[in-house]
């Protein structure tokens, strides 16, 4: 392409504010990279957010592409593993941060960053997938990796109703736990039981004080939220249990005690899910492949077109987003 169409967040240097906007650039203003994709599809996720309304210091380098996403089509390579018509699929390693992103008819990034798009898997899946998906599946390996099996018990998930929450909950449900899905929108219970949650936990029930040990209730948990919320998740873990924290919509913080570890035995995972290996990132995607269920990934699917990602980026930070939400680029 002579030129495409991307969004750019710009900023002011004395007043240090920042403006976003639609511009045309050139191949030649991308940044380094040994790969060029036409991109398709991407999502937007709670960084992407943060990064667009600038409520936190996301992006790291003026102007920026933000975007951690993508997935899309070679159209040059001099990178040994990628071709031109090879189909790709990109989630984090700064980009959207450091390096141009995902909101852009055309991406140049290193190709080490990027991994084959799964045959069964078409582009549009792969952005309703995401790093919601990607990282909700990094949680259930690690919890199976810890040796949480259906048979011991039902999984707790916080933030349920969001993009994580949401994979996580059709996922392990698809693969026989039974899940207790947490959430402040009662009225989201229709859907979170539509993708495979046996219960519905008022997130209320675990705002209050944290307590040192409270009633064993689960087995395992995947918690996208951190905070009061994770600490009083943390003591509710039953004996040689495990959770899965790859998140922080709630809080940084994480006021929790000693004695769930000590006296329980639990186990506390960190999930980090942009600077994965490759092994673990085609691990994750085979699994992906092979375990979702499409039927509800398209039920917590909404298709936006390129100019509604400005509004959807408040929308996910206000909590106003249910489920994925797809971005048509192209």
Same mark, same amino acid.
């Given at each position: 392409?002579d030129?495409f @169409?991307?969004?750019?967040?710009?900023?002011d240097?004395?007043? @240090?504010?920042?403006?976003?906007?639609?511009a045309?650039?050139?191949?030649?203003?991308? *940044?380094?990279?040994?790969?060029?994709?036409?991109?398709e599809?991407?999502?937007?996720n709670?960084?992407?957010? +943060?990064a667009i309304?600038?409520k936190?210091p996301?992006?790291?380098?003026?102007p920026?592409?933000? !975007?951690?996403?993508?997935?899309?089509?070679?159209?040059?390579?001099?990178?040994?593993?990628? %071709?031109?018509?090879?189909?790709?699929?990109?989630n984090?390693w700064?980009?959207?941060?450091?390096h141009?992103?995902?909101?852009?008819?055309?991406?140049?990034?290193?190709g080490?960053?990027?991994i084959?798009?799964?045959?069964?898997?078409?582009?549009?899946?792969? *952005?309703a997938v995401?790093?919601?998906?990607?990282? &909700?599946m990094?949680s259930?390996?690690?919890?199976?990796?810890?040796?949480?099996?259906?048979a011991?018990?039902?999984?707790?998930?916080?933030?349920a109703?969001?993009?994580? !929450?949401?994979m996580?909950?059709a996922?392990?449900?698809?693969l026989?736990?039974?899940?207790?899905?947490?959430?402040?929108?009662?009225?989201?219970?229709g859907?979170?039981?539509?993708?495979?949650?046996?219960?519905?936990?008022d997130?209320?029930?675990?705002?209050?004080p944290?307590k &040192?040990?409270?009633k064993?209730?689960?087995?395992?948990?995947?918690?996208s939220?951190?905070?009061?919320?994770?600490?009083?998740?943390?003591g509710?873990?039953?004996?040689w249990g &495990?959770v899965?924290?790859?998140?922080?919509?709630?809080?940084?913080?994480?006021?929790?005690?000693?004695?769930?570890?000590?006296?329980?035995?639990?186990?506390l995972l960190?999930?980090?899910s942009?600077h994965?290996?490759?092994? *673990?990132?085609?691990?994750?995607?085979?699994?992906?492949?092979?375990?979702?269920?499409?039927? %509800?990934?398209?039920?917590?699917?909404?298709?936006?077109p390129?100019e509604?990602i400005p509004?959807?980026?408040?929308?996910?930070?206000? !909590? %106003?987003v249910?489920g994925r +939400?797809v971005?048509?680029?192209d």
């Open positions: 392409m030129s @169409k991307a969004l750019l967040i710009t900023r240097e004395a007043s @240090k504010a920042q403006s976003v906007g639609v045309m650039l050139t191949p030649a203003e991308l *940044m380094p990279g040994d790969v060029d994709v036409r991109v599809y991407s999502t937007i709670y960084k992407d957010g +943060l309304t600038g936190l996301v992006v790291r380098r003026f920026m592409i933000p !975007g951690t996403d993508f997935a899309g089509t070679v159209t040059a390579s001099t990178h040994a593993g990628y %071709k031109p018509d090879d189909k790709v699929v990109l984090g700064g980009i959207g941060e450091t141009y992103g995902a909101f852009s008819q055309m991406a140049r990034v290193n080490d960053w990027l084959p798009l799964p045959a069964e898997i078409s582009a549009r899946e792969a *952005m995401g790093t919601a998906g990607y990282t &909700a990094l259930i390996l690690a919890l199976e990796h810890h040796g949480i099996t259906p011991g018990g039902p999984v707790v998930v916080t933030g109703a969001g993009g994580v !929450g949401s996580a909950t996922l392990l449900s698809s026989g736990y039974s899940v207790e899905a947490v959430t402040g929108r009662p009225h989201e219970a859907y979170l039981k539509g993708l495979g949650a046996a219960a519905i936990v997130r209320a029930e675990l705002s209050g944290p &040192a040990l409270g064993e209730r689960w087995a395992a948990a995947i918690d939220v951190g905070g009061t919320v994770l600490a009083n998740v943390i509710a873990i039953r004996r &495990a899965a924290a790859c998140g922080n919509a709630a809080s940084m913080e994480l006021p929790t005690f000693v004695a769930p570890f000590i006296l329980r035995g639990i186990a960190g999930i980090e942009s994965a290996p490759k092994e *673990m990132r085609l691990r994750a995607w085979k699994r992906l492949a092979h375990d979702l269920d499409r039927g %509800k990934l398209a039920a917590m699917t909404t298709l936006i390129f509604a509004n959807a980026a408040h929308d996910i930070i206000a !909590g %106003k249910r +939400l971005v048509e680029i």
